[in-house]
C-alpha cells in the first residue's frame, strides 16, 4: 500500500502544517473587529495570550483535528460507525479498493512523523 503511505502523508502535511500554520497566522493577523463573527472571539482571545498560550492552543488544534480525520476515516474503513448508517463504504485511490487501511495509514504517519512530540510543541 505504498499510495496509501502517500496519501496519509499528504493528509497529515496538509491538516498538520499548512492548515494550523494558516490557523496562526489569520489569529496573530486577523483584526477581531473585522473577522468574521465565528472568528472574531477566537481572534481576540488568542492574541491576548502569550506565544507558549498561541503554541498550546495550536496543539489543541493539531489534537481535534488529528481526532476528526481520524473518526471520519475509521468511518470509511468500516471500523468505526455513524448511526443510521446501514451500509458500508468503499473507497478507491487510482483503482485500488483502500478501504480498511485509511484510519490505521493516517494514524500511523501521524505517530511516525511526530507530529506530537512529547515535549512542546516549538513554532
Known amino acids: 500500500m505504498d499510495n496509501l503511505d502517500s496519501i496519509s ?23 477581531p473587529e473585522k473577522v468574521v463573527p465565528e472568528y472574531a472571539g477566537a481572534t481576540a482571545i488568542y492574541q491576548s495570550l502569550d506565544r507558549e498560550g498561541q503554541v498550546a492552543l495550536l496543539q489543541l488544534l493539531k489534537v ?5 480525520a481520524s473518526q471520519l476515516l475509521g468511518n470509511l474503513d468500516g471500523s468505526s460507525y455513524i448511526s443510521g448508517i ?26 511516525d ?11
Do not use: N
Open 9 to 31: 502523508a499528504a493528509w497529515c502535511h496538509t491538516l498538520l502544517s499548512e492548515h494550523i500554520a494558516m490557523y496562526d497566522e489569520m489569529l496573530l493577523s486577523g483584526d
Open 64 to 68: 481535534v483535528s488529528v481526532d476528526t
Open 86 to 111: 446501514e451500509a458500508d463504504f468503499s473507497v478507491k485511490y487510482d483503482g485500488v479498493d483502500v478501504t480498511g487501511y485509511l484510519q490505521d495509514s493516517f494514524l500511523g504517519t501521524v505517530e
Open 113 to 123: 512523523e511526530g507530529y506530537f512530540p512529547k515535549r512542546r510543541l516549538e513554532l
